[in-house]
């Protein structure tokens, strides 16, 4: 499920760049209080492993970029996604009590919020789709003085589809308890439309993170698909990252 919200700031709104971290944070203070602590403490859990399974995309809206800053003018928009129906319905109801909310040091007024159910596809094909936000997919790899390292894999290697693949299949098992034996035959995602202009490199808090716009085309259960599609693609997506629009529907 997704929500659609419009913010007009009070005055020119500025935030660093990037600005994950703080958008992130406007979420979680716009959750009912016991929901928020929920789903950053524990969420849902497979192995060890816990999965926020919400996702948002970059904001939208005129903006200029100056000194490691970017600077909204008028209204800008978020979209976020979740597994979970009461985080999207949490969040319109606390952003429709407040009317006017803050997003990093600025006051907003709400103006507009729309949610949308999850679109009617035929997954009987393959689907394309679109990186709204980077998808990331990195391993954690020890070095031979023994330090540990992070490697970030490109779309064109193999190991970053089964990564994802099996990413999928973890959260549907932490959500849903659906048992896979491994990745389900068939079931894949492809680059389609990516070059070296669609890596992104972003800082979250100290870590730097890369990740992969561009288009990719998909063929996957059920289950698995609309994981991916509310929860987000690949890691990092309770972060800003791994968001997806259909395209072709």
Same mark, same amino acid.
């Given at each position: 499920?997704?929500?659609?919200?419009?913010?007009?700031? !009070?005055?020119?709104?500025?935030?660093?760049?990037?600005?994950? %971290?703080?958008? *992130?944070?406007? @979420?979680?203070?716009?959750?009912?209080?016991?929901?928020?602590s929920?789903?950053?403490?524990?969420?849902?859990?497979?192995? %060890?492993?816990?999965?926020?399974?919400?996702?948002?995309?970059?904001?939208?809206?005129?903006y200029?970029?100056? +000194?490691k800053?970017?600077?909204f003018?008028?209204?800008?928009?978020?979209?976020?996604r979740s597994?979970n129906?009461?985080?999207? =319905?949490?969040?319109?109801?606390? /952003?429709?009590?407040?009317?006017?909310?803050?997003?990093?040091?600025?006051?907003?007024?709400? =103006?507009?919020?729309?949610?949308?159910?999850?679109?009617?596809?035929?997954?009987?094909?393959?689907? %394309?789709i679109?990186?709204?936000?980077?998808?990331?997919?990195?391993s954690?790899?020890?070095?031979?003085?023994?330090?540990?390292?992070?490697?970030?894999?490109?779309?064109?290697?193999?190991?970053?589809?089964?990564?994802?693949?099996?990413n /999928?299949?973890?959260?549907? *098992?932490?959500?849903d308890?659906?048992?896979?034996?491994? @990745?389900? !035959?068939?079931?894949?995602i492809?680059?389609?439309?990516?070059?070296? =202009?669609?890596m992104?490199?972003?800082?979250?808090?100290?870590?730097?993170i890369?990740?992969?716009?561009?288009?990719?085309e998909?063929?996957?259960? *059920?289950?698995? $698909? $609309?994981?991916?599609?509310n929860?987000?693609?690949g890691?990092?997506?309770? *972060?800003?990252?791994g968001?997806? +629009?259909i395209?072709?529907?």
């Amino acid at each position: 499920m997704q929500i659609d919200i419009t913010l007009i700031p !009070d005055d020119k709104l500025l935030l660093p760049l990037p600005y994950n %971290q703080v958008v *992130q944070g406007f @979420i979680y203070n716009h959750l009912e209080d016991v929901l928020s602590s929920w789903l950053h403490d524990e969420a849902y859990e497979f192995n %060890q492993r816990r999965y926020k399974l919400f996702v948002f995309g970059r904001l939208v809206g005129k903006y200029t970029i100056s +000194e490691k800053r970017i600077e909204f003018q008028g209204p800008i928009s978020l979209s976020v996604r979740s597994v979970n129906k009461e985080v999207i =319905s949490s969040f319109a109801e606390e /952003l429709i009590d407040k009317k006017r909310v803050i997003l990093g040091r600025t006051w907003c007024t709400v =103006s507009n919020i729309s949610i949308t159910p999850d679109p009617n596809i035929d997954l009987s094909k393959p689907v %394309q789709i679109r990186a709204i936000s980077p998808i990331t997919v990195y391993s954690t790899l020890r070095a031979f003085d023994g330090r540990k390292k992070t490697y970030y894999y490109f779309p064109m290697e193999t190991d970053w589809e089964r990564q994802i693949l099996e990413n /999928l299949v973890r959260k549907s *098992q932490a959500v849903d308890g659906i048992e896979y034996n491994g @990745i389900p !035959d068939g079931a894949r995602i492809k680059p389609k439309r990516v070059d070296n =202009s669609h890596m992104k490199i972003i800082k979250y808090k100290s870590t730097i993170i890369k990740g992969w716009m561009g288009t990719y085309e998909t063929f996957l259960p *059920q289950d698995l $698909f $609309f994981i991916g599609y509310n929860g987000g693609f690949g890691a990092k997506n309770s *972060q800003g990252f791994g968001m997806v +629009e259909i395209i072709n529907k």
